[in-house]
């Protein structure tokens, strides 16, 4: 996804002169290619992140369209105050790029995990918040980004992550992507989880049950219309993401369905426990520790929803 983005934002620079691109000690081999075109609109700040947020503040004012670009807990967490104070309450046109999505850097330890950083920042004010599921996503948020007025977060994959998309779609910031159709359940997925959504997908048709799979790039402005609609149309919803329960994709669905949907369904988060863990391991390591692999979504959906021809859905 990382490569995505910078080669993206690569493009748009060519066109767009206001953008600049700064980075805290991070982007070795990644970042080369705009440096060396554009090595005017390029700082890398050194590991200073709350620093790195206001120089981008005050690029921003003399009218540049600004990205900051680090791994995820040291571009939001130790920013926090600054992203606030600086970017969401002057409304400043700052891009803030977080790489590393949940347990993406799962084998650098818990200071380097990203579990949390949807609720923080969707919390925010004036704040976007956008998680894309594939490479193709972040092309297309990445555009749609640059030329948004206002303050986004874009929280993003490390590498090596598959396109999932087969063909070009109508992006749009607030906008949820129908991935495939189905009549029994609703996955709405958000950033790696897609993929795993995907498959899970794959597997329930083999126990005879269709389902309708959304891909949920972007968690505030949130797609309404797109989850009401899945609501009223299959009787279960399940959302999926490498994030905490305590808030993120499953909470704002929850609250958009209670204070919207009247009749009876079933609606269930599958996400990260409310829990640090001390060892160290890979991404799928951390997935199958917290039942985010797809055969543990399987069955904990399984548990939920009963066979067509046999039981109605549960409730």
């Given at each position: 996804m990382r490569n995505a983005f910078i080669r993206t934002l690569t493009k748009i620079a060519r066109k767009e002169k206001r953008i600049y691109l700064l980075t805290a000690d991070l982007g070795y081999t990644?970042?080369?290619?705009?440096?060396?075109?554009?090595?005017?609109?390029?700082?890398?700040?050194?590991?200073?992140?709350?620093?790195?947020?206001?120089?981008?503040?005050g690029l921003a004012l003399s009218g540049k369209i600004v990205f900051i670009y680090s791994i995820v807990p040291f571009v939001t967490y130790r920013c926090y105050e600054h992203i606030r104070n600086d970017l969401c309450y002057h409304n400043l046109n700052v891009k803030i790029i977080?790489?590393?999505?949940?347990?993406?850097?799962?084998?650098?330890?818990?200071?380097?995990?990203?579990?949390?950083?949807?609720?923080?920042?969707?919390?925010?004010?004036?704040?976007?918040?956008?998680?894309?599921?594939?490479?193709?996503?972040?092309?297309?948020?990445?555009?749609?980004?640059?030329?948004?007025p206002g303050p986004v977060y874009m929280r993003l994959e490390k590498s090596g992550e598959p396109i999932l998309h087969k063909k070009n779609v109508s992006f749009k910031i607030g906008r949820g992507i129908l991935?495939?159709?189905?009549?029994?359940?609703?996955?709405?997925?958000?950033?790696?989880?897609?993929?795993?959504?995907?498959?899970?997908?794959?597997?329930?048709e083999l126990k005879n049950l269709t389902a309708r799979v959304i891909s949920i790039p972007t968690i505030k402005p949130i797609d309404m219309e797109i989850i009401l609609k899945a609501a009223a149309e299959t009787p279960a919803l399940f959302t999926i993401e490498e994030h905490v329960l305590t808030n993120g994709l499953g909470n704002s669905v929850a609250a958009l369905l209670m204070e919207n949907i009247k009749?009876?369904?079933?609606?269930?988060?599958?996400?990260?426990?409310?829990?640090?863990?001390?060892?160290?391991?890979?991404?799928?390591?951390?997935?199958?520790?917290?039942?985010?692999?797809?055969?543990?979504?399987?069955?904990?959906?399984?548990?939920?929803?009963?066979?067509?021809?046999?039981?109605?859905?549960?409730h």
């Open positions: 990644v970042f080369e290619e705009f440096r060396e075109e554009f090595p005017e609109r390029f700082y890398n700040v050194g590991v200073a992140e709350a620093n790195m947020t206001g120089v981008a503040a977080g790489v590393g999505g949940g347990y993406s850097y799962g084998n650098q330890g818990q200071t380097h995990h990203a579990i949390e950083d949807i609720g923080a920042m969707q919390s925010l004010p004036n704040l976007t918040v956008v998680s894309p599921g594939d490479p193709l996503e972040v092309e297309w948020a990445t555009q749609a980004i640059a030329f948004r991935m495939k159709e189905g009549t029994d359940l609703t996955l709405l997925a958000t950033g790696s989880m897609l993929k795993n959504a995907l498959k899970v997908a794959e597997l329930l009749k009876k369904i079933f609606f269930k988060r599958i996400g990260l426990p409310d829990k640090f863990f001390k060892e160290i391991g890979s991404q799928k390591y951390f997935q199958r520790r917290t039942g985010l692999s797809e055969e543990q979504i399987l069955k904990t959906i399984c548990k939920f929803v009963k066979k067509k021809g046999k039981n109605e859905h549960a």
